[in-house]
């Protein structure tokens, strides 16, 4: 198994591609290409760009607006203000922390129970003039419409907003569902996400920040091109009839293909929705609005919240296999820093990516699995979606 994982030595084609070529394959996450290329020196920086994954400092190409504010120097930035959700855990806490430890932004934590975000806050040692609690739970629509309301009225900017949080149900028989009735992970993780910012597309635009952007947690798991990706149950949407049902459970499927339930590909389904639907987002309105849309994969933080359903074997095997076997491990505050740079690195201002990290924490722009790039599908989620969470 170990030998398996080498990465020259394992290549998964991508679906639908009768042969294997080094820039469709990546391995925890890592284009083998990135790895190869590491290599060449910087005169060959027009053919790597041919091979599409290149290090993000060397293509990320940015707005207008964002290079005004970085040749108008720092000083005169006022500071940022970004909304996380799930913040009160994990990456979204990380994230927070690493944002407010700059002095450059102040956070707003959307989370569903005040107190653990706000001890969370505390032991993270966030001072108390970066972060504000609001509250919001995913799982309800009139919740995230509320959390909109109340937002506005603090009269606060939206200058990023990141779609952090989620939830993971793996050993789950029979699924559970939202306020509205969507089967639990995929109604949280997408359709919550989705509306909200949906209604918070009007606030980021309303911004003067010089840099506004709009990121939605992905991961490899939702992609099949990967190793990760091809642990069963594997992501697939299939022709979305249980998404177009409101995967109620009754008189269509929990699951988006219409599939009999299955926790772990939900919540994987709902990874490959979050990731889609940055991708159309960036197509209706990156041009017309300026906001960079993306999507990231921080590594695998094996050792958050999100495994709090899975056995506890699992949770005590799994940071050791992704930190000694896999080596796709990172810690959460390594992750939070990953995440940060999405939010605010002056050099990651590209719109309709998917960013990743190599084994040296350096970002590149990663390729999505065939299905988590289809803009047919892209479009698809969008519209069904839109019509479940009442904008359409
Ligand atoms: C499901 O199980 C769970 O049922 C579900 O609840 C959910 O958690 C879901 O994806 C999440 O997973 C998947 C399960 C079975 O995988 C396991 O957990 C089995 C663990 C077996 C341990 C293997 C030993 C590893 C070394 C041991 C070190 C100790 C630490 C172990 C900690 C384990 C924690 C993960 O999955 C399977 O069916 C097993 C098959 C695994 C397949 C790997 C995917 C390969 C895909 C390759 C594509 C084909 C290309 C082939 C080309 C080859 C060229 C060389
Ligand atoms: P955690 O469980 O630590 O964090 C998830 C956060 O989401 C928690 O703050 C949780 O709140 C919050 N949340 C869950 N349900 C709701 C809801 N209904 N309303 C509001 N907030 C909610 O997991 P991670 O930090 O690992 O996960 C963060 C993101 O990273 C997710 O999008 C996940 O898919 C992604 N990711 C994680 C990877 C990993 O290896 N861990 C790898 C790739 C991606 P509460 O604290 O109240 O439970
Ligand atoms: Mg995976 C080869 C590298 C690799 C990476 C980077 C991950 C990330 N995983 C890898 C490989 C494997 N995993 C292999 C070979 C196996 C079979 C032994 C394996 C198993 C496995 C399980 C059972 N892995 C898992 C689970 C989970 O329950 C996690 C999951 O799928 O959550 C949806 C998970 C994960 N592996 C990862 C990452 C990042 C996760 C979890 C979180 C996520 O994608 O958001």
New binding site residues.
């Given amino acids: 198994m170990a030998a398996a994982l080498v990465p020259a030595a394992f290549s998964i084609p991508k679906e639908g591609k009768p042969s294997v070529s080094l820039k469709d394959s990546t391995l925890f996450g890592v284009s083998l290409s990135d790895h190869l290329k590491a290599d060449f020196s910087s005169s060959a920086l027009r053919c790597k760009r041919e091979f599409g994954a290149v290090k993000a400092q060397t293509v990320a190409t940015t707005t207008p607006a964002a290079n005004r504010a970085a040749s108008e120097g720092k000083k005169t930035l006022r500071k940022g203000s970004v909304v996380i959700?799930?913040?009160?855990?994990?990456?979204?806490l990380a994230t927070a922390k690493a944002l407010a430890e700059t002095g450059k932004w102040h956070v707003i934590m959307a989370?569903?129970?005040f107190l653990?975000a706000e001890r969370a806050a505390k032991s993270a040692g966030i001072a108390k003039e970066n972060y504000t609690i609001m509250h919001?739970?995913?799982?309800s629509l009139d919740s995230v419409r509320q959390f909109v309301d109340n937002f506005r009225r603090s009269g606060r900017p939206l200058d990023v907003l990141v779609c952090?949080?989620?939830?993971y149900l793996p050993t789950a028989k029979e699924p559970t569902f939202t306020a509205e009735g969507f089967e639990l992970s995929v109604g949280?993780?997408h359709l919550?996400h989705f509306l909200l910012s949906r209604l918070l597309l009007e606030d980021l635009n309303k911004s003067d920040y010089p840099s506004k952007r709009l990121i939605i947690?992905g991961?490899?798991t939702g992609n099949t091109n990967t190793l990760a990706g091809n642990v069963p149950p594997k992501a697939n949407l299939g022709d979305m009839r249980g998404l177009a049902g409101g995967l109620n459970g009754l008189n269509s499927s929990a699951m988006i293909d219409g599939g009999d339930f299955d926790g772990a590909k939900a919540y994987k389904d709902s990874?490959v929705c979050n990731m889609l639907t940055m991708q159309e987002f960036h197509r209706r309105y990156h041009e017309e609005t300026g906001v960079a849309f993306a999507s990231l994969?921080?590594g695998?933080?094996?050792t958050?919240?999100?495994f709090?359903e899975h056995i506890p074997l699992f949770r005590l095997l799994f940071p050791p296999f992704q930190k000694y076997i896999t080596k796709g491990f990172v810690s959460e505050d390594e992750s939070g820093k990953r995440l940060a740079q999405v939010v605010s690195d002056p050099s990651l201002t590209k719109s309709g990516v998917y960013w990743s990290w190599n084994k040296d924490s350096a970002s590149f722009e990663n390729q999505l699995s065939q299905e988590a790039s289809n803009a047919d599908k892209a479009r698809k989620v969008w519209e069904i979606s839109e019509k479940l969470v009442g904008l359409a």
């Fill in positions: 959700t799930g913040a009160s855990s994990g990456l979204g989370c569903r129970d653990k919001l739970d995913l799982a952090n949080a989620a939830v949280t993780n919550g947690v991961s490899i990874k994969y921080p695998c933080i094996a958050t919240g999100l709090r």
